[in-house]
């Protein structure tokens, strides 16, 4: 027997969120897989080799340390490069380029899985969506990101609450095709008397994406300390190469955080607006017409 198709737009308590968010996973993981590659490929290359080279920079000083001491003992130590550098930042900016590009990528799937009845979509129909929204996701991040920055920086507690009620926003953006202002307006209105069970959720995916990826870190982190110490022992070249690796790897876990936010996107509006039971109906009504037009006329 074939298994069901994921239901975008249902109601979701905590564990069927995790539930739906694996299952949907398990069965788009070749289309997502290969739209994810295909389209955010250059963005988290870019992003790699941005990573590369600042912690090939910071940590290459560790290496003229142990030269300069293991050969001539009493030399002066290099200068520490300043770890606020231009390498840090744009560290940054290519890191909101490459999430921007992984929540506009798995927007635009959803976005065509959920107007198609969930008929998965190749790379160039989730590419057409992207390439409408991703200039859009990205910039409006920005202010969000600062707003995250400076509730942060006011207090702890505030962040939770701006990430919280904010973290659905790429979605309200692509999903209602909404502007700046009525995506912000829209993530206050649809998070009311759900706060507590979306931040859990979002706490729980998070963990799950960051467990993930120091497994992998691990992994890579044993292997490459134990082929510089048997080779060159150039701790910052290593450093580099390890931290651009585990960057292109652990960003396909990150789909994982952005699909459980989706889905509890979708749970939100489905109880603020019942969209998903309006359609239902719209449907139903339609197959009973189709049915009564199929019968035939009898006198």
Same mark, same amino acid.
Request: hydrophobic share 55%; aromatic share 14%; with cysteine.
């Given at each position: 027997m074939a298994e069901s198709k994921v239901e975008l737009r249902k109601l979701r308590d905590f564990g069927e969120n995790f539930n739906d968010t694996f299952t949907f996973i398990r069965q788009n993981l070749k289309p997502l897989l290969r739209a994810f590659f295909a389209i955010c490929g250059i963005f988290l290359l870019i992003h790699a080799i941005a990573n590369g080279v600042y912690q090939s920079k910071n940590f290459g000083?560790?290496?003229?340390?142990?030269?300069?001491?293991?050969?001539?003992?009493?030399?002066?130590?290099?200068?520490?490069?300043g770890i606020f550098s231009i390498e840090y930042f744009l560290v940054l900016s290519f890191g909101v380029l490459a999430f921007s590009s992984i929540v506009t990528t798995v927007g635009a799937y959803l976005k065509f899985y959920d107007a198609h009845d969930g008929l998965?979509?190749?790379?160039?129909?989730?590419?057409?969506?992207?390439?409408?929204?991703?200039?859009?996701?990205?910039?409006?991040? !920005?202010?969000?990101?600062?707003?995250? *920055?400076?509730?942060? @920086? $006011?207090?702890? =507690?505030?962040?939770?609450?701006?990430?919280?009620?904010?973290?659905?926003?790429?979605?309200?953006?692509?999903?209602?095709?909404?502007?700046?202002?009525?995506?912000f307006?829209?993530?206050?209105?649809?998070?009311?008397?759900?706060?507590?069970?979306?931040?859990?959720?979002?706490?729980?995916?998070?963990? !799950?994406?960051?467990?993930?990826?120091? *497994?992998?870190?691990? @992994? $890579?982190?044993? =292997?490459?300390?134990?082929?510089t110490y048997f080779t060159t022992r150039d701790f910052g070249t290593t450093m580099g190469i390890v931290t651009s690796i585990l960057n292109i790897f652990s960003s396909m876990f990150s789909m994982v955080l952005v699909i459980s936010i989706a889905l509890n996107y979708f749970n939100l509006t489905e109880q603020f607006d019942g969209t998903g039971i309006m359609r239902k109906i719209d449907n139903l009504g339609s197959t009973e017409n189709n049915n009564f037009d199929n019968i035939d006329e009898q006198y």
């Open positions: 000083v560790l290496d003229q340390v142990w030269k300069i001491g293991s050969t001539v003992p009493g030399s002066r130590t290099p200068e520490i490069p998965k979509p190749t790379v160039e129909q989730v590419w057409q969506i992207f390439r409408k929204y991703f200039l859009r996701v990205f910039l409006y991040s !920005i202010p969000i990101i600062l707003l995250d *920055i400076l509730s942060m @920086v $006011i207090c702890c =507690l505030p962040v939770f609450y701006v990430a919280t009620v904010l973290a659905p926003f790429p979605f309200a953006v692509m999903m209602e095709d909404l502007d700046f202002t009525s995506a307006n829209r993530c206050f209105q649809i998070i009311k008397n759900n706060f507590w069970i979306s931040l859990a959720t979002y706490i729980v995916a998070a963990m !799950i994406y960051y467990f993930s990826t120091l *497994i992998i870190g691990a @992994v $890579i982190g044993l =292997l490459a300390g134990l082929g």
